[in-house]
């Protein structure tokens, strides 16, 4: 499997996804015009993964703002790391949810993904 870049700009997050490591990383601002076509490579990038994961799979997130649209294409992501790790009972997957130590939004909707989706989560607080 090739690695996934996808670079950044003022309105969609950075994204690299590395088969080699296990380490997948988003990180910036995800407001695309159509979150549904920016995420697509990205779900189907896991799904072909989940097929032959590293034994530790850790996918970080370092998102400082995204829009409704985008929640729903991240909880779509997610889904397709629980099938990582339900397909497959010795793979080890975590996500790491990084956000500024005075962000409660930011917080709360790291939370709220820790409640559905059954991958465990680190709460990461960064200083401002």
Known sequence: MEILNI?????????????????LEIKGRSI???SIEFYRPVVEWIEMYAASPAANTEF????EYFNTA????????FKKLEAVKHG???????????YEEDDEDMLEAGEDYESIIKVPFNMMPMKS
């Open 70 to 77: 985008s929640s729903k294409c991240i909880l779509d992501v």
């Open 88 to 98: 497959n009972s010795a793979a080890h997957v975590q996500v790491n949810w990084f």
């Open 60 to 63: 970080n997130v370092r998102l």
């Open 32 to 34: 695309p015009e159509n």
């Open 7 to 23: 670079e950044g700009t003022p309105k969609t997050p950075t994204i690299t996804l590395n088969p080699n490591t296990g380490v």
